[in-house]
């Protein structure tokens, strides 16, 4: 993952209202010092909140933003789905099964010199997550409703995505899956992009 591939243009994004404020707390936190820790939530930990875990690592990677570190966690844990393994390893990045189960742990990583990352689903406050001074991201309508406040978190912004669960078992199933990863990897590449616009302090 050397570049940018083309259809991950960040010409083709929705309003970035809430992109800019995840975009104005990460610069207020590195200006201050801190480290960055973001928190992506859904409801069961299985799809778009690992697909922005791992996502938004990549944008941080690649803008060089070395205080970051991201999470993802659920209200309930379940499995991340192979339906959105597959799809990132589609996309390029390198995910492979380290521990079988219900609830199998994947190692992913996106180039040679990227960290690891453990992704397995668990709930938001569960280890290896922060428990306080987070940002917490609900990218499901569900658990945007079913989290009006979420413990230990310094900011809570709800981005949400739709859910390509709804073509599992189509034939439509992998192209619904690689455009949602498709549309993380955009909005997080913008989010991450706009720190290096001198104007970042004023967004709102």
């Keep these: 993952m050397k570049r940018i591939p083309d259809r991950l243009s960040l010409n083709s994004i929705r309003f970035p209202l809430n992109e800019n404020k995840l975009t104005s707390s990460i610069y207020a936190r590195q200006e201050s010092g801190l480290p960055v820790k973001m928190t992506f939530i859904c409801t069961h930990n299985s799809r778009r909140s690992h697909m922005c875990q791992l996502w938004s690592s990549v944008a941080a990677h690649y803008f060089d933003v070395t205080s970051f570190q991201s999470f993802s966690g659920g209200t309930e844990a379940t499995a991340f789905n192979p339906r959105a393994v597959a799809a990132l390893n589609r996309a390029g990045m390198n995910i492979e099964l380290n521990r079988p189960g219900s609830n199998p742990v994947y190692v992913a990583r996106f180039s040679e010199s990227s960290p690891v990352q453990s992704c397995f689903s668990k709930i938001y406050v569960a280890p290896p997550n ?75």
């Design 130 to 204: 922060p428990t306080d001074e987070f940002c917490a991201v609900l990218t499901c309508s569900s658990a945007d409703k079913s989290c009006p406040e979420v413990q230990g978190a310094q900011l809570r912004v709800a981005i949400p995505y739709d859910d390509p669960k709804i073509a599992d078992g189509t034939p439509e199933e992998s192209l619904a899956y690689d455009n949602r990863a498709a549309q993380i990897a955009r909005e997080m590449l913008y989010v991450f992009a706009q720190l290096k616009n001198e104007n970042s302090a004023t967004l709102k």
